[in-house]
């Protein structure tokens, strides 16, 4: 069933939108429904409405660790760039679910706050970032995090812990229950302004000599497999540079998948799939997926190229 955007007037909506329009990969195929909330109250009222009408939600955060399939996402999806502010309040710092994780750094070093610098960047969403733990260079967002309002899917709001969260290795309680994260909130320590922008910047020359900024991306693709880097495994098991369609394994870093030239999310997913298997043939390693993939292969009445 199609979103009854009807019913909410006030609430910008896109019909048959290209979501690659919004990945980092400038990949993934069409939302029946894209929306744009601007308050809590139209979140609220988005997912009621899809609930009450049996239309299935997707939130997308900043679209940075994601491949959206070429079939695109039935339903509503949700995305939050009017969810940005940014509070400093004493030692903590709440954002909101769209703000930028690095534009949240930024905030806390302007205040003279540490203890988030490992994600000066990392460039998703702050309601991505929680929703996955998202981590870098030894630090991960449940070494700062405090707590978290989130949306559950029977349209109530509620503040979840720490310990609710359940935070482990790129996952959390999120992931699981369905809900939307609204914000964050940091627990941060009084820090010297300068040694803070320096630290930032140190890791911002070392993600810029590693990773393949240049380059449309997803991000890291693979978790690091227990005992092991997954770049290197790529590299011994000679993928390095091999190239399916527009996507290519990084000649910078066999960590990342690079869009080269026009590819798809079909792209993206065939050399993957061609990566775990070799990895599994080659060292008996189960490589599993850190990027999150979302959507349809094809869309409801077309065929697939494959089949």
Do not use: W
Not at 4 to 12: A, Q
Not at 117 to 123: K, L, R, S
Not at 166 to 189: A, M
Not at 270 to 288: A, N
């Amino acid at each position: 069933m199609n979103f009854p955007t009807d019913k909410l007037p006030n609430i910008e909506f896109k019909n048959d939108e290209p979501l690659s329009k919004y990945t980092f990969t400038k990949t993934g195929g069409n939302a029946d429904t894209l929306a744009f909330p601007k308050t809590r109250e139209e979140l609220v009222q988005i997912v009621n409405t899809a609930r009450e009408n049996d239309v299935k939600i997707t939130i997308i955060g900043n679209a940075s660790n994601l491949i959206i399939k070429d079939g695109g996402i039935r339903g509503v999806v949700i995305i939050l760039p009017n969810f940005n502010k940014i509070e400093v309040n004493g030692n903590q710092v709440t954002a909101e679910a769209g703000a930028t994780i690095i534009d949240t750094t930024i905030a806390a070093q302007k205040a003279g706050l540490t203890g988030i610098e490992f994600a000066a960047g990392i460039p998703g969403s702050v309601g991505g970032a929680v929703f996955m733990n998202a981590g870098a260079y030894g630090g991960e967002i449940t070494n700062a995090f405090l707590s978290a309002e989130v949306l559950l899917p029977d349209g109530k709001i509620r503040t979840f812990t720490h310990e609710q969260m359940d935070f482990s290795y790129r996952h959390s309680v999120i992931q699981e229950n369905g809900g939307i994260v609204i914000s964050g909130t940091f627990q941060l320590k009084p820090g010297d302004k300068e040694q803070i922008q320096d630290e930032m910047d140190r890791l911002n020359a070392l993600r810029r000599s590693k990773q393949p900024l240049e380059y449309p991306s997803c991000g890291s693709v693979f978790k690091r497999p227990t005992g092991h880097f997954t770049g290197p495994l790529i590299i011994k098991a000679g993928l390095q540079g091999h190239i399916i369609g527009g996507a290519q394994v990084s000649m910078k870093h066999a960590g990342f998948i690079v869009n080269i030239n026009h590819a798809t999310a079909t792209d993206y997913m065939d050399l993957i799939h061609l990566i775990q298997k070799t990895i599994k043939k080659d060292f008996d390693i189960d490589l599993q997926t850190e990027v999150r993939i979302i959507g349809d292969d094809t869309k409801v009445g077309e065929v697939s190229a494959n089949s």
